[in-house]
């Protein structure tokens, strides 16, 4: 059996029947699944959260 490779948006790759592919091709679009091309993704990188400050008020004495 031929296996095909399927990787999604979010990275995660899968192993299938080739023919089970061939058979389901809507069904894996439809999932987000695309065939792997054998390149490693760099995975994306995360934004830094800015921080949020505020000013204290000063009371009067």
Known sequence: MDKIKLVNAS???IERNKYDYERNIATWEAKGFKVHDGKAKAPAPKPEP????????K???
Request: charged letters at 55%.
């Open 11 to 13: 990275g995660k790759v």
């Open 50 to 57: 800015v921080k949020k400050t505020t000013k204290k008020k």
């Open 59 to 61: 009371s009067k004495k």
